[in-house]
Each structure stands twice: as C-alpha cells, then as structure tokens.
C-alpha cells in the first residue's frame, strides 16, 4: 500500500493524535481489563512519536455506548494499564475527547482522550466534530487497523483538517502481510474458509478464488455449498436462500474448491455430546466439524503451500470435542513452511486454543478489517491516509 509510514514524519515538537484500538475486552461485571493484547500492539507505535520528540493524544473507541456517556466504558482503565505498561512517560486521561476541559500534552507527554464513541458524531462522520478532534493536530496516525473498516470522524473525516496522514507501525504490518497474501502470492497458494455463513463470506471467496490455488472449505458454510451439490446434509446449518449462489461458485471456481469428504456428526450440539463420523450425514444429526479422511486431505494441501490465508473455523470448534479438525488444521499451518496470514476473531481463537500462535507469520488484529481486505474492498481508514510521493 503507498501509504506514508510514521517513519517517514518529522516528530520533533509536534503534537501527534495517534488512532489506536484500545477496544480491550473485560472481565464479565467488572471494569478488569481481561486481555491487553490490543494495548500492548500500540506501544511501539507510541514509543517511535515520544522518542521522535512528539506530543502524543491517543484516541479510541471502547465498546458500544450508542452515543452516550457510559462510565462502565469509559477508558479510564486503560489508562492505568497503559501507565503501567509504559511506566516512563507521563499519561493524562482527558475527560473528554473534545472541549475546552482536554488537556494538550507537551513533547514528551502522553494524552489518552475519553471514548469517541460517547460523541454520536463520531459514528457519523460528522466535519465539525471531526475538526474539534484535529485542532492543534500536525501529524495524524492510524495505528487501529481493527477500526479501518470505519469512515468514522476519528479514522477519516479529522483527516481532511490535520497536515499530514501516516500509518503506524501495526498497521503498516497488517496491510504489508495482508497485501502480500493477496497481491501475486508464493505459489501453491492456499486459503483456508470456514464458519457459519456462506453469505458473510460471498465476496472473499470471490476475491480469493482469483488470488489462491486451493480454497478449503470448512465449518457450517460446507453444508451449503453440499447441498447446492446434491448431498445430503440432515439438520446442519444449511442457507436455503443461498444455495443457488453456491451452486454458482462451485461452476466458477472448477477444482480450486475443496469441499468435506467426510463430517463429524452428533444428534444434540452440546459439550461432550455422543458424535461419529461418516460420509453421508444421517437425517436426524447435524454436521459439527470436518471428518478424519478431509483432515487429511486439507493437511496434504496446506503442508504443500507457500502461503496460506485463513479466515474461519472448520467447526463449532468453542464445544470440545468438535475442535478436532480445526486444531489438526492449525498445527498443520503452524508446522508447514509457508507464510502464513490468519483473520482476526475466531481464527485467532482457533490457533490460540491450538498453542500455536506464535508459529503463524501473522495474527490480524482486526477481524472485520481483515475480512473486507480480503474481500478486495478497500478500506476508508487506509484510503484516507497521505500517498507516498
């Protein structure tokens, strides 16, 4: 992407509003912070502005508060986590993301502003409110590629009023992996596709079918692509309105689809629930993973690859024992030599609950990011940012 970099700024003495993710998940009923994963992406990025001599304002979304104050979202608990991760710079917590009341930090300091989303102009977009965030702004950095799917006021609009535009350092590493995987990949390629619904992943397969060599299919969207094929499927998660545009995709894509040969079936979808497995899918049971012999199809497959791209478990792989074929599928690609890119949310989950993690070239950090890049849909929060001259 010809993007300027953070790198490419002059720092010294300016006043640099950094776009992060801090969308951290807590503990269910308390205001803990139960994984600070998306805090500690954003240090390095917020390391380079301080040691460049820059003033930082960090700005984020956390969770939903439909445009209204919500102390139980409010980012005060990240910022103490953050100071606590970043023990040197000085941290102040805005009470505000906007008005008279936000403190400016001075080089060397850090200000963490109230979550955007309490503003209901940050969801839309909205020029004024846009422009209150950018006043005394010289440089603008998206680090939150997590939120790049948004035109919101914090990832597009305030762009228009500050200066100059770069990407962090996280995100410069999401769209350098993500544009490599995409764009004239090591060959085999090979994409790995699973979850519930063919119809939230029309348009990557779309795409992927014109990038990758193989797509293996998995998880409840097979069902529907088995049935367009005249298999029986019993009572899996079948979209009856989308089995013609599945039929479609199997004309388009001739062999580069994979389909299950085989399927882990059960009566009742519970923890520890009676399962078999089989070739043709019973009537009154329901297919909850892929089958041993489509294990070991998909994992000659993947071992083959020099770059694999996944999005997607292979089946309800959060109930063991149906996280069979998922896991064997994940260390497959940890073991394999390829590069290798897996979509944020559940396929993240997926080769973490595999513990092989820190096997796979890229983790995304964006799930719904990740999945529009590889939907070939660009990004209004990576469009925005200043071309490279």
Not at 16 to 45: M, W, Y
Not at 180 to 185: C, D, H, K, L
Not at 246 to 254: N, S, T, V
Not at 366 to 378: D, N, P, V, Y
Request: proline share 7%.
């Amino acid at each position: 992407m010809a993007k300027i970099s953070i790198r490419d700024v002059d720092l010294l003495n300016k006043t640099v509003f950094i776009r992060v993710d801090f969308n951290v998940p807590f503990t269910p009923g308390t205001l803990q912070i139960s994984s600070d994963k998306r805090i500690r992406a954003s240090i390095p990025t917020i390391k380079l502005a301080l040691d460049g001599g820059a003033a930082v304002i960090l700005a984020s979304h956390l969770g939903r508060p439909k445009g209204k104050r919500n102390p139980d979202l409010s980012l005060m608990p990240v910022a103490t986590r953050l100071g606590e991760l970043m023990p040197g710079p000085r941290i102040l917590m805005a009470p505000d993301c906007i008005g008279p009341d936000v403190p400016r930090p001075r080089p060397g300091e850090i200000v963490l502003l109230e979550n955007l989303r309490f503003h209901p102009e940050e969801e839309a977009n909205d020029d004024t409110f846009a422009q209150q965030l950018a006043t005394g702004v010289d440089v603008y950095v998206n680090d939150a590629f997590g939120a790049a799917h948004r035109a919101h006021a914090s990832t597009v609009g305030m762009i228009k009023f500050v200066p100059v535009a770069a990407a962090g350092l996280l995100m410069n590493k999401e769209l350098e992996y993500l544009t490599r995987v995409t764009t004239n990949p090591d060959r085999p390629a090979v994409a790995i596709l699973g979850g519930a619904k063919v119809s939230d992943k029309i348009e990557v397969i779309k795409n992927l079918m014109k990038v990758v060599d193989r797509l293996l299919i998995g998880g409840a969207m097979a069902y529907t692509f088995l049935r367009a094929r005249g298999e029986a499927t019993g009572k899996s998660l079948v979209e009856e309105d989308k089995i013609d545009l599945a039929r479609q995709l199997l004309a388009e894509a001739g062999d580069k689809i994979m389909l299950p040969a085989d399927h882990v079936v059960a009566r009742e979808l519970k923890p520890g629930a009676a399962s078999e497995a089989v070739t043709r899918i019973p009537d009154d049971a329901m297919g909850v993973d892929i089958g041993p012999a489509t294990v070991k199809r998909y994992i000659e497959v993947i071992l083959g690859a020099k770059t694999i791209i996944w999005n997607g478990p292979m089946g309800v792989f959060e109930m063991p024992p149906f996280d069979g074929g998922t896991v064997a599928l994940a260390k497959a690609v940890a073991e394999s030599p390829a590069i290798s890119v897996v979509g944020g949310g559940d396929s993240e989950k997926a080769v973490k609950a595999a513990g092989v993690a820190d096997q796979i070239s890229h983790i995304s950090t964006g799930g719904g990011a990740s999945l529009e890049f590889l939907s070939g849909i660009t990004l209004p929060g990576v469009a925005a940012l200043t071309d490279k001259r």
